[in-house]
């Protein structure tokens, strides 16, 4: 009888461990995924092992050695996946017939947006550059640096063609944009006491991009003559 | 012979490993924290072990029981005594007779000039929150959240009344212009991709500080009529 259970299910000290939002018809590697975001979505650092992944995915832990090698390896493959999407929308965003203005305001949103949905991002980031070595650092790099400075230079570039837009360093911009758009959820200690909320709820969150959205388009915006 | 060498000295495996910048003469306590903030200014996370504090600072590490009770005991004085030195110089500036918008530049000139001096700061708060318990977290919340929304409240209020600022939500200003200031220490990782340079020169932090004074001024201030 035990043995046509899944080892998966074997294992998994309590079963209510697997979450119900991880589809069990998906394919395993993006299961493994799925719940690694989601516990470091719950957790603070980047702290998981992976018995709480295998209990959380209802797979079995030798399958993160089996698709991705090992912890690190599965770490850089979720950060890979939230970098697909998230720079698959920066480029289309480029591409688009509207004023540099009007990008910086869909781009704010798209970014606190990116981290309401993986509020681990640049948690994993810094881990994956400071502890992954050379590889892994090189990797992220590329995946999110390098595309959003060009991004960022496109823009401005684009913005101060236009007359829209006072000529900003990019890179700058970059830091400063970026910061300001994580560190609510970064610092979510400070929610309950800034906030009178234990985390970020949609409105809050809509409040926020509003709030980045009026600073920073001020902030760039040419001033007007006269 | 040995017994007249400093138990310190005998400790440390080198001798070449204690800072040249830490001054002999003060007392053991102070050249404990200062050990303990170029040890987390020179890491980029809070690893720093007892034994290399002591070899850092040339003092036997039991000093740091003594003086601290632990690890933990250490961080949070070392924490303590860097909002200490913030938050009165956010009290002086507070009682000043400038402007609002005068009060927000030298305020985002010092926490820029804080970070540059201590970049362990965010960090540290973080992982007093995260891994200290409920008292360390209750400190960090009084000694550097609850007196810095304070402080945003006073500045908007004074610069609505004047009619020099837009109406802003002080607790979400917080969060940006903390994380504006905040992120360009935090992800040195991509400081080489973006401007070039290995860590942050005092050049760079001038022209950061210009940056963000210049996007929040601008982004911040009523809008002039007509």
Redesign the interface.
């Known amino acids: 009888m035990a043995r046509s259970r899944s080892l998966a299910r074997a294992r998994g000290p309590r079963r209510e461990g697997v979450s119900r939002s991880i589809d069990p018809r998906v394919q395993s590697s993006e299961r493994l995924l799925d719940a690694t975001a989601e516990l470091l979505g719950e957790h603070?650092?980047i702290d998981v092992s992976l018995s709480e992944i295998a209990r959380r995915s209802g797979l079995n832990s030798a399958l993160v050695k089996y698709y991705f090698g090992n912890k690190e390896g599965l770490l850089l493959a979720l950060l890979k996946r939230d970098a697909e999407r998230a720079m698959g929308a920066l480029d289309h965003l480029l591409a688009m017939q509207v004023t540099a203005a009007h990008k910086l305001k869909i781009h704010i949103s798209g970014i606190i947006n990116a981290y309401f949905r993986s509020p681990y991002l640049?948690r994993l980031?810094?881990h994956l550059?400071?502890s992954g070595g050379q590889e892994s650092?090189r990797a992220?790099?590329s995946m999110f640096?390098?595309p959003m400075?060009a991004a960022y230079k496109a823009i401005i570039d684009q913005g101060v063609a236009e007359g829209s837009l006072r000529p900003?360093?990019p890179?700058?911009?970059?830091?400063?944009?970026?910061?300001?758009?994580?560190?609510?959820f970064?610092?979510a200690?400070?929610v309950r006491?800034?906030?009178g909320e234990t985390q970020i709820t949609e409105e809050i969150k809509q409040?926020?991009i509003a709030?980045?959205t009026?600073?920073?388009?001020?902030?760039?915006?040419a001033?007007r003559k006269?």
Request: proline share 0%.
């Open positions: 603070s650092a640049n980031i810094h550059i400071e650092s992220v790099t640096v390098e400075l900003t360093d890179a700058l911009l970059y830091f400063s944009l970026v910061g300001a758009c994580d560190h609510i970064h610092a200690y400070s006491s800034a906030l409040r926020y709030h980045v009026e600073v920073h388009l001020n902030g760039l915006l001033s006269g």
